[in-house]
């Protein structure tokens, strides 16, 4: 990880006004709400000593809502992969805490850590993460296969899964037999085959055009709304921020702006 926003891709919080943002302590920092799946309270993250020293993060405070899509936006080095790593469990933040699904995730042990990133948490990659020789209802499957799930159940959540991201009939292709954007659409179908409750996604559509990107943004909207989960999406497209349903803006490591945008 050796700058602030190039931490390693892995395999994004709710605007805190309204009646999402009652009962702030006296610190200013949201506290903790039922209908939360992520809070932070003055998060900070530095790299590094003395006078080489970077900080990534600045004191940032927020909540994500369950049931929300919520794009993270800044431009590059803003600290977006860097806040994205710290959610999804992947690092922990020097100062400040950080809770996901109330779970206190810095002081969870690391072992912890792993199990609630198994059972609670998954992750989109920005190149899409496939395995070349499995098919696309193999690639799928993978995470069914790591928790044991049995072989006809599995096998019903994958059509399950592929039928939703509209690639039913390409279950038998392989992965270079797949555009760009339906090799996204597999890789959001296996993130969310464990019936994940958070979506983590660090620019999922930074290789693809804009309206395939635009496709894949309305596709996890969507997935969100029938599977009932959070989705935390790392973007600095503004075409694909207008559909989500809140935006937190990152500056320097700082929040400046949370955006509610009012399609929840």
């Known amino acids: 990880m050796s700058t602030p926003d190039a931490a390693p891709h892995a395999p994004a919080g709710q605007a805190t006004t309204g009646p999402a943002t009652t009962g702030h302590p006296a610190s200013g920092h949201p506290a903790t709400e039922p209908s939360a799946m992520v809070t932070a309270r003055g998060v ?46 992947l690092d922990i933040p020097t100062s400040g805490q950080l809770e996901v699904a109330g779970h206190d995730m810095t002081t969870m042990p690391e072992r912890d850590r792993l199990a609630l990133r198994r059972s609670t948490v998954a992750f989109i990659f920005q190149s899409f993460g496939l395995i070349p020789m499995l098919s696309a209802a193999e690639n799928v499957g993978i995470p069914l296969r790591i928790t044991g799930t049995p072989p006809r159940a599995r096998e019903e959540r994958v059509a399950t899964m592929l039928a939703i991201v509209g690639l039913s009939e390409h279950a038998a292709h392989r992965p270079g037999e797949l555009s760009g954007g339906q090799q996204q659409r597999i890789a959001i179908a296996r993130a969310l085959a464990g019936r994940p409750a958070l979506l983590i996604a660090d620019e999922p559509t930074s290789q693809l055009d804009l309206e395939t990107g635009r496709q894949i943004m309305r596709l996890l909207l969507t997935v969100v709304r029938s599977e009932g989960l959070t989705a935390l999406v790392a973007t600095h497209d503004e075409a694909l921020i207008d559909l989500a349903d809140e935006v937190l803006r990152l500056e320097d490591g700082r929040v400046v702006a949370q955006e509610p945008r009012g399609q929840g």
């Open 44 to 89: 900070s993250r530095t790299f590094g000593s003395g006078h080489t020293a970077v900080q990534a993060l600045r004191d940032v405070s927020f909540t994500a809502r369950r049931g929300h899509l919520v794009a993270v936006c800044g431009r590059s080095g803003s600290g977006k992969t860097t806040l994205l790593n710290i959610i999804g469990g």
